[in-house]
Every structure is written in C-alpha cells, then in structure tokens.
C-alpha cells in the first residue's frame, strides 16, 4: 500500500513561485527508490494532464508547457517528491495531485500508467 499526501498549494500572482511537496507513507515492502512519480494537474471542465516526472533513475520529463519554469525532484531518504514552480501563469490554475508506481519502466506523462495517486492540492494564480 501506498499513500501520497501533497502540500503547497496556495493563491499566488502572476510571476510568482509556489513548492508543492508530496510526502509518500509506504507499507507493502517496497523502497521509495523503486517508484516513478509524476505531478499531474486538472482545471475546472478540463481533462488530467501531466506535468512532469521522475524516475527511479533520476531521469525527468516535462510537459512543454512548463519546461524552463517548472523543477521535480525528489528525497529518497525522506520519501518526498517535490515540484518547484516558477513564473506562474494563470493558466496554471488547477488541483496539482502527485502519482507514484512501481512498474513504469521510463518517465512517462500518461496518467493511467501510475496506480497510486494523491488527494490533490489547489495552485491559483491571479493576473
């Protein structure tokens, strides 16, 4: 079983940064190491789109849209995953979820390839 628990969320400018983290709770055996983890985002009358990714290698994959604005990385030792965000936009408004599995085998930013998701936390952003 794994639980994923995001925080960071808030109401920012336009220009501004935000830090979402999400802290991993893992009881089936496995290490945090194993996992890719992504960021996923939805707006209101919208579908879920990736954001980015990290895999078990440290390899990264960003949707074009942040690329240059938007930083993941992540705390093997503190099961943490992290999303810097800069230059916010409004059009980045949306509930931000973290995504976490064990058997993607390369970063991807397709929601159905992770099992584990989180509840969610809100980024808005005001012109």
């Known amino acids: 079983q794994v639980q994923l628990v995001e925080s960071g969320g808030g109401s920012v400018q336009a220009g501004g940064s935000l830090t979402l983290s999400c802290t991993a709770s893992?009881?089936?055996?496995?290490?945090?190491?194993?996992?890719?983890l992504g960021w996923f985002r939805q707006a209101p009358g919208k579908e879920r789109e990736g954001v980015a990714s990290?895999?078990?290698?440290?390899?990264?994959r960003y949707a074009d849209s942040v690329k240059g604005r938007f930083t993941i990385s992540k705390d093997n030792a503190e099961n943490t995953l992290y999303l810097q965000m800069n230059n916010l936009q409004p059009e980045d408004t949306a509930m931000y979820y973290c995504?976490?599995?064990?058997?993607?085998?390369?970063?991807?930013?397709?929601?159905?390839?992770?099992?584990?998701w989180g509840q969610g936390t809100q980024v808005s952003v005001s012109s």
């Open positions: 995504a976490a599995d064990s058997t993607v085998p390369l970063c991807t930013l397709i929601s159905v390839d992770f099992n584990y």
């Open positions: 990290i895999d078990s290698a440290d390899s990264t």
């Open positions: 893992i009881t089936n055996g496995d290490t945090y190491n194993m996992y890719s």
